[in-house]
């Protein structure tokens, strides 16, 4: 699904990645961690092709990122779900259309998906929420709403940048319970984060592969997470 072989990157002159040879199968669960400046947030843009390799190999959905053009990238990127670190949303419209602003974006709305964007906000506990404006929004609602819609448009990859980052621990909890579900419904999940307890609870639930970032390289991490 995600392949990498050798792969390294580099910012100019800085090298941030080296020699990563790694496989994210189909319906795989991997967290990434590593210190602040690490680069798990560079290795996700990897993943998601806002960023190509600077050196070696890497295929996304069986093909060589370096073969993809614009339509390509776009067409791909419609299978990869994003939760940004930072998620912004357009402050003037409401939750609910915030959401939708994927599928509006790439021309496929209508009464189904209507539907689907109500079933989605019920899944995400944020259906009384849904025509609130986004500074309305508290911080667990805000990455609630990052979730849905990061897979609003079915994705086959969910990728969640520090997605507990600055919830309280029942409603980091509860966002772990989301991803977890997704990846259940058959989807590859990859969460970068600092929060061993997130990793810990989600090992017991989840087969879940622990990957640290430490300069430059990246490792398995070791049984004692
Ligand atoms: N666009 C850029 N141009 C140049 N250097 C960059 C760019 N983006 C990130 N960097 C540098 O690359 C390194 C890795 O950054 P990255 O954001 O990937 O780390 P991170 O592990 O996600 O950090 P954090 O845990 O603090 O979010 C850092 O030294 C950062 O300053």
């Given at each position: 699904m995600i392949g990498f072989e050798q792969a390294g990157f580099s910012y100019g002159q800085d090298r941030i990645l080296s020699d990563v040879t790694l496989d994210i199968a189909p319906g795989s669960f991997h967290f990434l961690t590593g210190p602040s400046g690490a680069g798990k947030t560079t290795f996700l843009?990897?993943?998601y092709l806002a960023l190509r390799p600077t050196d070696g190999r890497m295929q996304l959905f069986d093909r060589d990122v370096m073969t993809f053009d614009r339509n390509d990238v776009a067409l791909t990127r419609r299978r990869i779900g994003v939760m940004h670190q930072n998620c912004v949303f357009l402050d003037h419209l409401t939750l609910r259309e915030n959401v939708v602003?994927?599928?509006q974006v790439a021309g496929?709305?209508?009464p189904e998906v209507e539907?689907?964007?109500?079933?989605?906000?019920?899944?995400v506990g944020l259906a009384s929420r849904a025509y609130a404006l986004p500074p309305?929004?508290?911080?667990?609602?805000?990455?609630?709403a990052a979730l849905a819609r990061a897979?609003?448009?079915?994705p086959d990859i969910v990728l969640a940048d520090e997605p507990t980052g600055n919830l309280d621990w029942a409603m980091a909890e509860r966002v772990l319970r989301l991803l977890v579900e997704l990846n259940r419904l058959g989807k590859a999940v990859v969460i970068a984060t600092h929060d061993m307890n997130l990793i810990r609870t989600a090992k017991a639930d989840v087969n879940a592969r622990v990957l640290r970032l430490a300069r430059g390289r990246l490792q398995?991490?070791?049984a004692d997470l």
């Open positions: 843009k990897m993943c602003l994927p599928l496929r709305v209508g539907r689907d964007l109500d079933d989605l906000l019920d899944w309305e929004l508290s911080g667990g609602e805000r990455q609630r897979v609003i448009s079915a398995m991490a070791g």
